[in-house]
């Protein structure tokens, strides 16, 4: 009987349902029957499409992501915000139609009242309602939903929000709402404002979806906090109520990582053995496979056999870096490093894709070698993977920071070989010379075609996965750098990269002119050693012009072909010159090893050990002493008295005349060097307000202090700094060059090195140096390509009134470019002492036939532009200049400086400045 009255029930519902849908209903009216009719069409027709392009989008994504299994997985693929362009056009039509369902079945209008139920609760509360439409709560948060998936976070973040205010009868959905709200914090990055909102949240208010949903985002929070212990109980409460398949194999994979990291093993094992059972993408499967070999809780043997297998199966042949790199934690698992920096480097090998598999390969056998101390050999792994991680990588600041450290150890330490090799190949006949270099030649032969076939063998396979990608192949491929069509040097990874190429092949060049000439290496030794020729050629005297003319010729016929054995013969130091000349490189190179390691890698043994070696071979050398008493503080240190010692008495009898034996003949030299660490700070700050203050007896008063009491004073190099600026504010420029070089003489390398440098590069010269064939002023530097623009006015760029951005200063002067250094100078001065932070740059340059200028540049903003002219008005040497030159300011924008150099005239940018704008027309607003 009851199966008949439910049969019957659905029969009418059925019968009726078309007259409902298709019969004339408006929402200008409330009444049952048009809530009814309007929430079947928005469910059925313009929902049920916005839904499915919004499930779509969601594939779409997941898609896209391109996961990196060394670490923890997002958890949620829309956190790789770039993710989002791939479901792009799903999300805007999931907006489109709900916005559409929004403005066609919304239905705002108060239903006519019912007296008799006005005591009924439920019945006042529907009567407060702003939407009647009962389905129209699901419209907007497809709408906040969709926006979100689109990376408009802050926007979904307002829509969230909107459906708190106006549907408060639905206590739910604003709790869902609210949850959302928290996963859009985290995206943006805020995260104190996600986690105010979580706490203020009750859980006993969390029912049904809600209580996986509020787990899956308290999870989410923690992990981008990398709080991976406590986010563990929330990703399994989260993956018992997700619903989507490759979401649940998603947060399974995470969660096997996770156990991972806490170092739960056994679960780890059990949640990488249900993905490989659970069908999973080819990827995921495999590398699950992967992690769960490297848990290492089968014997070691056993799974590098199981391994093997899997590098020989021809379907993974695209990760054979990865399975290389397991075996090779397997041997690092079994302490037996050699083997394993092999197969790590045969993972860096082997590896196609150049990514972020190929970098951690290179890592870890950079930090087996570095736990080694085997610096040298690590260099090329730390230097290669740093140009193949991004800035976002986690590792990046170490892995790029030990490559440019371990850089710089091993341009001296190739120098100490080179100079090593070249003198024993001096002892040797000519015959055994030449013997030793064609050895030399065919080991590198051999070497060079091994390398030619195994980059022929990858070039072949990464071919092969090209065409098999097919239609992938113009995707950006994840973990690459410069893929973007930026400019190189707005990249600093290229730059970077650039420079250690540069240094690899040439070493460290000087700035100067023909840097790259082929006998550059050739030639080490090749300066005579005769005065008079010497003077011959200084002079100009023709015949040693044409000498060197023919050497050079000579030189550029064997150029820098390495498989041609007088290119080794000819840098074979055979004069007593040239044999000084390699010694003093040598004797360089090694003092510079011994203090990279002292002071850089803070490997004190390997530093006594070098200067050591240099005293011993170069104990004539002018740094023989230095080594001594550094190799002296080095054992005091290490709490070693009787080597410290054994150093000092040592330096005393040999270098009794140094400074160093007078420094450690004062039986109170360690603690007044203890005391100088406690006082130099304070000295300094004393030192460098008064120089602030214009007190300039001061500042010499208490460097000459300093000089006296504390001579090795770390901080020696920035009191003579100061000091030398004091002569400058004084107008002694003479004296403040002499005493600027002094100081870089006695302190090559410091912090203020660079800036002094840069001073006396000022002194001499001044201006802004020139490129190419356009000489004369910024109006004649036009692109040929603004010819056309410059002819129509219809797309000619105009000036802008933007306040934002990068903004420059011109000191216009019609003084020559030579009278504006004074000012050039003084502002290079001011900056330094009022900036400790930021700097800013300045050049001198031409902008017309009647007006030079100073520039001054990198500001973030007009506003601090303006901020900086009013502050150097406190300076009187920088007025005083500024007067005297008659300069008048004004301020560009990037954007019209570029303008200005493209040929717009600078009378036209005043005229355009002292314009005032016109008022903005009102605009007529419509309903």
């Not at 070999?293 to 199966?313: G, H």
């Not at 005349?657 to 000295?683: G, T, V, Y």
């Not at 003479?734 to 005493?739: G, Y």
Request: glycine content about 4%.
């Amino acid at each position: 009987m009851t199966v008949q009255r439910h049969s019957c029930t659905l029969s009418i519902l059925l019968f009726i349902l078309p007259f409902l849908l298709f019969s004339s209903c408006s929402t200008s009216k409330n009444t049952w029957r048009e809530r009814a009719v309007q929430s079947l069409n928005t469910r059925f027709n313009v929902y049920f499409n916005g839904q499915k392009s919004y499930d779509e989008g969601l594939q779409a994504i997941l898609a896209t992501q391109k996961d990196d299994y060394n670490k923890p997985i997002p958890m949620y693929p829309i956190s790789v915000h770039p993710n989002a362009s791939a479901a792009s056009s799903q999300m805007t039509r999931a907006i489109e139609k709900t916005r559409k369902a929004i403005k066609t079945r919304s239905i705002k209008t108060k239903p006519k009242v019912n007296p008799s139920k006005r005591s009924d609760p439920k019945y006042r509360a529907f009567l407060q309602q702003e939407e009647y439409n009962p389905f129209m709560k699901h419209v907007w948060m497809l709408l906040a939903k969709a926006e979100f998936h689109k990376a408009d976070f802050l926007g979904s973040v307002g829509t969230f929000n909107y459906i708190i205010r106006h549907f408060q009868e639905d206590k739910e959905l604003q709790l869902a709402c609210q949850l959302w709200v928290v996963r859009a914090y985290a995206e943006m990055g805020w995260v104190y404002e996600a986690e105010e909102m979580l706490r203020k949240l009750n859980p006993s208010d969390l029912q049904g979806d809600n209580t996986g949903l509020f787990a899956a985002v308290k999870s989410d929070l923690l992990l981008k906090q990398k709080q991976y212990a406590e986010a563990l109980p929330f990703l399994e409460m989260a993956l018992k109520w997700e619903k989507d398949k490759k979401m649940q194999l998603r947060f399974t994979y995470l969660l096997a990582q996770l156990h991972e990291i806490s170092g739960n093993k056994k679960a780890s094992f059990d949640a990488y053995s249900r993905i490989i059972d659970a069908n999973p993408t080819y990827e995921m499967g495999l590398n699950a496979r992967i992690g769960r070999s490297a848990l290492f809780l089968q014997k070691t043997p056993d799974v590098r056999k199981e391994l093997t297998k899997m590098i020989k199966n021809n379907n993974n042949k695209d990760y054979l870096d990865q399975l290389y790199y397991t075996i090779g934690l397997s041997y690092l698992h079994d302490k037996d490093s050699l083997q394993a920096i092999a197969s790590f480097r045969k993972a860096a090998e082997e590896s196609t894709r150049n990514g972020v598999e190929k970098a951690t390969a290179l890592i870890r056998m950079a930090d087996v070698l570095y736990e080694q101390k085997n610096y040298v050999k690590a260099q090329p792994g730390y230097d290669e993977a740093s140009k193949l991680i991004t800035v976002e990588h986690e590792e990046y600041k170490r892995i790029s920071g030990r490559a440019e450290l371990l850089s710089e150890l091993v341009v001296e330490y190739e120098m100490v070989q080179l100079q090593d090799s070249l003198q024993r190949l001096s002892a040797m006949s000519p015959e055994q010379q030449l013997e030793t270099i064609k050895s030399y030649i065919a080991w590198l032969e051999r070497e060079e075609a091994l390398a030619a076939e195994r980059e022929a063998e990858r070039l072949a396979r990464a071919e092969d996965d090209e065409s098999a990608q097919g239609q992938m192949t113009g995707m950006p491929q994840m973990g690459q750098w410069n893929q973007s069509n930026d400019w190189y040097f707005y990249n600093p990874q290229t730059v970077r990269a650039g420079q250690q190429e540069f240094q690899r092949r040439w070493g460290k060049r000087k700035l100067e002119d023909n840097w790259r000439r082929a006998n550059k290496s050739a030639a080490l030794f090749g300066e005579t050693a005769d005065p008079a020729a010497e003077e011959a050629v200084s002079g100009g005297q023709e015949e040693a012009g044409l000498a060197l003319t023919a050497e050079d010729a000579i030189a550029d016929s064997v150029g820098s072909n390495t498989k041609n054995p007088e290119y080794y013969l000819r840098q074979i130091p055979s004069t007593p010159a040239q044999i000084e000349k390699s010694n003093e490189l040598w004797a360089d190179a090694l003092f510079k090893m011994g203090t990279i390691y002292n002071d850089k890698l803070k490997e004190y043994q390997l530093a006594i050990e070098t200067f050591n070696e240099y005293v011993r071979r170069f104990g004539t050398y002018s740094q023989a002493p230095e080594a001594l008493f550094t190799t002296y503080l080095i054992h005091t240190k290490l709490t070693q008295p009787i080597e410290a010692e054994q150093v000092r008495q040592q330096l005393l009898r040999s270098y009794p005349q140094s400074r160093n034996a007078d420094l450690l003949a004062d039986p109170d030299f360690m603690a007044k060097r203890q005391l100088m660490f406690e006082q130099q700070d304070s000295l300094y700050a004393l030192t460098y307000s008064a120089f602030n203050e214009n007190e300039y007896g001061r500042v010499r008063e208490l460097t000459d202090t300093v000089k006296r009491r504390f001579p090795t004073s770390t901080l020696m190099p920035k009191f003579l700094f100061l000091e030398a600026l004091t002569l400058a504010k004084s107008g002694r420029q003479q004296e403040f060059e002499e005493s600027l070089t002094r100081m870089l003489e006695a302190y090559p390398i410091s912090e203020v090195s660079a800036m002094s440098k840069d001073m006396l590069a000022l002194l001499r010269q001044g201006r802004e140096s020139k490129q190419g064939g356009s000489h004369g002023s910024i109006l004649s530097r036009r692109e040929s390509e603004l010819t056309a623009t410059e002819g129509n006015d219809s797309i000619r760029m105009e000036f802008t009134t933007g306040r934002e951005g990068p903004h420059r200063i011109l000191f216009l002067s019609s003084a020559s470019t030579e009278d504006l250094f004074p000012l050039q100078f003084q502002l290079a001065v001011y900056n330094f002492s009022k900036f400790l932070i930021k700097d800013f740059e300045i050049t001198i340059l031409t902008v017309d036939d009647a007006l030079n200028s100073v520039s001054v540049y990198e500001f973030e903003n007009y506003e601090e532009a303006e901020w900086y002219l009013q502050s150097i008005q406190e300076d009187k040497a920088v007025v005083s200049q500024l007067e005297a030159l008659k300069v008048r300011a004004v301020v560009f924008s990037d954007f019209n400086y570029g303008l200005l150099q493209a040929g717009r005239s600078l009378q036209e940018y005043e005229l355009f400045i002292s314009t005032p704008p016109n008022p903005p027309q009102q605009e007529e607003v419509s309903e």
